[in-house]
């Protein structure tokens, strides 16, 4: 214990802050000898009764760049408001916490009762103990086990603290204060306070080339008097729809910004340094500090996240503004997006994206951005859809075909549905799914299909004009991705194989040159390749079970004794499998969203870009491949290989391949993809989003053995850092992009099949928005400010979903609904053009007395007679002709028309929707011309700053007294000896 005590210094005290080595040497000398081995610590912990020490400035040796005025002050007292201790604030109130990081405390109660409560008294205790080594001290009587473990607890946490140490040591020397507190209301938690200084912020906004405001203001011009005007105009009209909130407001005039840099300080407005570098600015500063400084006395170099990961800190993070439900809170953004952001009861509003992106970064606000153009986008959608609908509903008394089918008069009789249990059955019992089909299966779904279709590119489109603009306001106009390139450092996983890797070459000199090549990644890529196509395969076996389940069930359900199971069955068995493929998909989906992860971590990429894109890309192909294999099979395989009475295909053993109805698959595709839609939006993404975080509570609740008014006052008593402790940390912007992916993917791949899907998204989404604005201000540790210009491989992915909706949908309109043949019959076969006949057309005839074997009806008698010639819906040749139950020419000239509009459809939408991508431009005039405007302006503030400087020097030289022509450097040398 005595070396535990000589290694750390002394135990850590709450309120603590740690700082460089300055007149503490004085003191520690007037100890005597035995306090040399205090010397050799970089810093030293000052207690909270000794804060008042005035240890002055310091600068660490060693730090390349750190400046003369990068002090590490104790206290500035005088400077600054006293603000509450409950805020984000050190226990002096006045410096704020840019950051923390949690650690684990392990302390045995002998440990904690010997530890010292002060720093001078640490010391004397510690020099005490060094002059009675030779007295034996009566020890009582422990249980060997219980030392032993305590022993190992104590080696365990002093190696941790060791590590800890030194990383901390390292932050003091980049010029960040720190403060600690260790188990002050929360057990086992110990809490490392930073704050970064005025010098730091200014030198890390410089390395970093943050763009920030100058003094210098210009006009920004909408355009012309009338734009203007037009602008204002719409601007009144819409001033209900805006928040209360700074940001909304008509823009007139911006601030010229400009990269940070120390040298032309003066043409920033510095006058208010807490409010120049907001909070997001602050700890995105300590954050790149964070990740770039090493420790370097373990076996590997080790930074922040090579920590975090081997448990030496417990989390990172930095802190939320301030409370959002106390009555006397301190207005801050926080309160204000709670106000009027995350909110149902205005959900009506816009989005106060400045204010969001203010808060939280350029990363988060691009998604909340996107998803509130996607979802105004969704409007005209929804509202045309809607208008598909219900002209479906107006029509389907006027519908030939279905008139047909519930006409009783032609007393249609048709082939058995299933082999031996099934009987022949009336078309007339069709008629409900019939006149259903017609709602999404009429004239009005093709032009719906172009219109999804060219809405897609033109949300697109819209999409990158609102992102250019938000570019320009954000000042990311300059931004680049090779900036960004140099500051994203190898992960702490890919040094750590690689440094693995040169440990085990021989003669390695340089290992720190080495990289891992594809041949090293070989293994990885195999294992990646063979696993995802097993977990695909896994999906199509999942399906084929859904399929067998609908076929054994249908087959039962004929064969049950009671009326009501065998009046319902088609109803019953479309549901239930897509009740079951429901259930099946939302469990597959966190199995697939931990594998790809774990193929990621396989593949070791270099960047967190990297292993950011190809865990999207992975997570993205198994999760799609999950929610649209079963809608891809009802669309375009469920009924095409079933043969024909008396041939049919059969599948393990007996089951025979199930087939569409009369009206054909549509209706079972719009079921299917109706219950898989509406069911993960609002079990996946709405319930699990809601019901966990409340289970997680409630659970953390039982456990600390308090009712909710207890909770309730302790709540009240915690800091800052403590309350954002107990929210949950924040997991990046993956899975909310995710789900507005797959949702995008049901909007338009198959909107043929379901006109009401875009309605459908939007009240999702109406959800969707203020939900995840909830959870980010109230549930969430607030994220890091993540500078970012577009929404990445998410854009890629979107255009992909567009481009591939048009050829899904051609495919749909042709082979999955009777769209084609009812076109062929009318212009074609019709005695009159119109459809009567349609419905006799589209039967062919057998012969009952051809089935196979043992797959005739039980019950042939169950019309009531005999039946010698039933229809089943195909196009082959009658049993009386040359070719009996061969395909006819109908068949082929059908599926000639099929393919021939497949063809035309698909060019004339992406002819058509690239013209429109050539038509809007993708970045608006009046931004274009801003832009311009701005660079200008920079060129002319430099060339003014230069003159004024020549000018300046030159009156300088005008009023200095005459002096004689200087002489040259060698005679002035050869005076002065």
């Known amino acids: 214990m005595e070396a535990q005590g000589a290694s750390s210094g002394h135990a850590v005290q709450p309120g603590e802050t740690y700082l460089a080595d300055g007149k503490q040497e004085e003191q520690l000398g007037e100890l005597g000898e035995e306090a040399d081995m205090w010397r050799n610590e970089k810093y030293q912990s000052v207690p909270e009764e000794d804060k008042g020490l005035d240890l002055g400035d310091r600068k660490i040796a060693g730090d390349i760049g750190y400046d003369e005025d990068d002090s590490i002050l104790l206290r500035q007292t005088g400077k600054g408001p006293q603000h509450s201790k409950l805020g984000p604030y050190f226990q002096d109130g006045q410096r704020r916490i840019d950051y923390v990081l949690t650690y684990h405390v392990e302390k045995s109660d002998r440990s904690r009762r010997s530890s010292s409560n002060s720093f001078v008294k640490s010391l004397r205790d510690s020099l005490s103990r060094s002059f009675r080594r030779s007295r034996p001290e009566p020890r009582t009587q422990e249980d060997p086990e219980i030392a032993a473990q305590e022993q190992k607890l104590d080696y365990h946490e002093d190696d941790l603290r060791f590590r800890r140490d030194e990383f901390e040591q390292k932050l003091v020397d980049m010029g960040l204060e720190l403060e600690k507190d260790e188990g002050n209301k929360i057990p086992g938690v110990g809490f490392l306070k930073i704050h970064a200084t005025w010098n730091v912020l200014c030198r890390e906004a410089e390395f970093m080339k943050l763009k920030m405001p100058t003094i210098k203001k210009y006009d920004v011009s909408p355009g012309s008097n009338v734009v203007e005007k037009i602008n204002l105009f719409i601007h009144k009209v819409t001033a209900p729809l805006y928040p209360k909130v700074m940001e909304n407001r008509i823009q007139t005039e911006k601030h010229l910004s400009y990269p940070f840099s120390r040298e032309k300080k003066h043409l920033f407005d510095v006058s208010d340094r807490d409010s120049f570098f907001n909070s997001k600015i602050r700890s995105s500063i300590v954050f790149e500090i964070l990740k770039r400084t090493k420790c370097t006395k373990t076996k590997y170099a080790m930074g922040i996240s090579s920590l975090l990961a081997n448990g030496v800190y417990t989390s990172a993070y930095p802190l939320h503004d301030g409370d959002i439900d106390a009555v006397h809170a301190e207005p801050n953004d926080r309160k204000l997006l709670y106000e009027e952001w995350a909110s149902y009861s205005i959900f009506y509003k816009y989005q106060p994206i400045g204010l969001i992106r203010k808060y939280f970064g350029e990363k988060v606000g691009l998604y909340f951005a996107w998803l509130g153009v996607y979802t105004q986008m969704l409007i005209p959608a929804a509202i045309v859809g809607v208008i598909v609908f219900l002209y479906g509903c107006a029509t389907v008394d006027d519908n030939i075909p279905s008139m047909e089918i519930c006409d009783e008069r032609n007393n249609i009789t048709m082939c058995p549905l299933c082999d031996r249990a099934c009987s022949y059955w009336k078309l007339v019992t069709a008629c409900g799914t019939a006149r259903a089909s017609h709602l999404f299966d009429n004239t009005a779904t093709v032009f719906f299909s172009i219109f999804m279709a060219l809405w897609a590119t033109m949300f697109m489109e819209h999409w990158k004009r609102r992102q250019m603009r938000l570019n320009y306001i954000w000042d990311l106009t300059g931004f680049e991705e090779e900036e960004e390139e140099h500051k994203n450092h190898p992960r702490a996983e890919y040094e750590l194989h690689v440094m693995q890797r040169n440990l085990k070459r021989e003669g390695s000199s340089k290992p720190g040159k080495h990289k891992l090549t594809c041949t090293d990644r070989m293994p990885a890529y195999m294992t990646i390749l063979i696993l995802m196509c097993f977990m695909i395969c896994v999906t199509f076996a999942i399906v084929f079970g859904v399929v067998l389940y609908r076929i054994s069930i249908k087959t039962a359900l004929h064969m049950s004794s009671t009326s009501s199971f065998r009046s319902n069955i088609r109803a019953t068995v479309k549901t239930t499998a897509a009740v079951i493929n429901l259930i099946i998909i939302i469990i597959m989906d966190e199995i697939y969203g931990a594998v790809a992860r ?28 999950n929610a649209f294999t079963p809608i891809v099979y009802l669309a375009f395989f469920r009924g095409r290989l079933i043969g024909r009475p008396g041939n049919y295909v059969y599948v393990v053993g007996s089951y025979r391949m199930e087939e569409c109805a009369h009206a054909g698959c549509l209706m079972e595709l719009c079921i299917q993809l109706c219950i898989t839609m509406l069911g993960k939006q609002l079990i996946q993404n709405n319930l699990f989003e809601i019901g966990i975080p409340k289970l997680k509570k409630l659970i953390r609740r039982r456990k600390s053995k308090r009712d909710s008014k207890q909770e309730e006052e302790f709540h009240k008593t915690l800091t800052r850092h403590e309350k954002d402790h107990f929210l949950n940390p924040y997991v990046g912007l993956n899975p909310e992009y995710m789900e507005m992916i797959i949702q995008f993917g049901m909007v338009t ?97 057998f012969n009952v007395t051809d089935f196979q074997p043992n797959t005739d009806p039980i019950d042939p008698m169950f019309l009531g007679y005999k039946v010698e010639i039933c229809r089943y819906k195909d196009y082959r040749d009658p049993p009386w002709s040359d070719t009996p139950y061969e395909l006819s020419r109908e068949f082929w000239n059908i599926l000639a028309a099929r393919l021939a509009f497949v063809i035309v459809f698909q060019n004339v939408v992406m002819l058509m929707s690239d013209f429109v991508d050539w038509l809007i431009p993708d970045i608006p005039k009046d931004i274009s011309v801003q832009i311009h405007k701005e660079k200008n302006l920079i060129v002319e503030l430099f060339m003014k700053e230069e003159q004024d400087k020549r000018l300046l020097r030159n009156r300088q030289s005008n009023q200095s007294p005459y002096q004689p022509r200087s002489r040259p450097a060698s005679h002035v040398q050869t005076n002065n000896h």
Not at 601 to 623: C, G, H, N, Q, Y
Not at 828 to 838: N, Q, R
């Open 749 to 845: 791949l198959f909107v043929a099949s379901f006109p009401l899907a875009p309605l459908f998204a939007l009240l999702n989404n109406i959800i969707e928005i203020r939900l995840d604005a909830k959870k980010f201000v109230t549930e969430f540790r607030r994220p890091i400010a993540a500078r970012a210009k577009d929404i990445g491989i998410w854009y890629n992915l979107l255009r992909g979903l567009s481009k591939v909706a048009v050829i899904v949908n051609a495919f749909v309109i042709s082979f999955t609904s009777d769209f084609i043949p009812r076109l062929v019959y009318q212009y074609v076969y019709s005695p009159d053009g119109t459809l009567h006949g349609f419905v006799n057309h589209t039967l062919s005839y």
């Open 598 to 625: 774990w193929l990621t971590v396989l593949e070791v990429p270099k960047t967190d870009k990297s292993f950011e894109e190809r865990l999207i890309f992975k997570t993205f192909v198994l999760k799609f491949a």
